[in-house]
């Protein structure tokens, strides 16, 4: 009987490499636009972090508004609580009585609801500018009830471009503000001047109703002389050319000037100090030495004779513990 004859090797063998042949790979993109799609991903993940982030920020510092008095501004939206303010009574603020009654009488209407001007407090240095802001913030909240009582923000000279985010935050809230610079001035060619200048008036949304400004500068027109000088030399129009900065303190309905004390000024600042605080000297002898404190220190002023008093109160061994 005959064998039946062997299968083709060639067909044997393209079954083989059937077999062994891999599936086809699947079609990756290139590696840039493969790198191009994980950083668009990358950056939108990142942006909705950041906006949330901002959302619970916003809502979390509006909620802690009722727990302080007083707050610091961070130009990156939060409001940081000040547990005790560094101030002196408002009876120890000697020789600025007038600037005194009028801040008081225009922060009070305001805290009541009523029309008021923002306010420029200027001129001599160590004169009690900043700490008249401090002192009447804190008469003013005296027998208020909490949810009635005025809230204190301070805003440093270079976050003035932050403003108007500070009162965007603020624009709505429950209470009244004052907002608060310290040393407030413009030098060169800082254009962050205008960030103030359209919150004070100029801008379409303009000055919450709950908000106040007040600033304290050694300048009454906020700039440097040399730097107006400037602008008259240069500018093709020179009124025109510096009216725009210098309009910049017009905004404040309440310029109040203070200017270097008497002498007799001085000694009685000395001595409210230490009455307040118990520093037991005879008159003679205090007045001569703070007159001799003051002489080394080349002039007169609140500070001064703040200066003067911790001075004595630490050679006599008496706490300022009522500060």
Not at 15 to 26: D, L, V, Y
Not at 66 to 90: K, N, T, Y
Request: proline content about 5%.
């Amino acid at each position: 009987m005959s064998k039946k004859p062997p299968k083709p090797a060639a067909r044997h063998g393209i079954k083989a490499a059937q077999r062994k042949t891999p599936p086809a790979a699947t079609k990756q993109p290139p590696p840039d636009v493969a790198r191009d799609a994980a950083e668009r991903i990358a950056l939108a993940l990142e942006a909705i972090a950041t906006h949330l982030s901002a959302a619970s920020n916003e809502s979390s510092t509006t909620d802690s508004l009722g727990h302080a008095d007083a707050f610091i501004w961070h130009p990156d939206g939060r409001l940081a609580p000040v547990p005790r303010v560094s101030r002196v009574d408002i009876s120890l603020l000697k020789g600025i009585d007038r600037m005194r009654d009028i801040l008081i009488e225009n922060t009070e209407r305001f805290a009541n609801g009523l029309p008021a001007n923002n306010a420029l407090l200027w001129g001599a240095r160590g004169m009690g500018k900043s700490s008249l802001v401090k002192a009447t913030h804190a008469s003013i909240n005296l027998d208020r009830k909490p949810a009635e009582r005025l809230k204190l923000i301070e805003i440093h000279r270079e976050d003035i471009e932050s403003l108007p985010a500070l009162m965007d935050l603020l624009r709505g809230a429950s209470f009244n503000f004052i907002v608060f610079c310290d040393d407030l001035s413009f030098d060169g060619n800082d254009a962050s001047y205008k960030s103030l200048k359209a919150v004070l008036e100029g801008g379409i949304e303009g000055r919450p109703d709950n908000v106040i400004l007040y600033a304290t500068s050694n300048r009454r027109h906020l700039l440097a002389r040399e730097m107006i000088e400037n602008e008259r030399s240069t500018a093709i129009n020179p009124g025109e050319a510096v009216e725009e900065k210098v309009s910049l303190s017009d905004r404040f309905g309440l310029w109040l000037g203070f200017h270097r004390c008497s002498q007799d000024e001085y000694l009685a600042m000395v001595k409210g100090y230490c009455s307040h605080f118990g520093i037991d000297l005879g008159e003679e002898e205090l007045e001569r030495e703070a007159l001799e404190w003051s002489t080394t220190r080349g002039s007169r002023s609140g500070r001064v004779a703040w200066q003067f008093t911790q001075e004595l109160a630490g050679r006599l061994g008496v706490r300022l513990s009522g500060k």
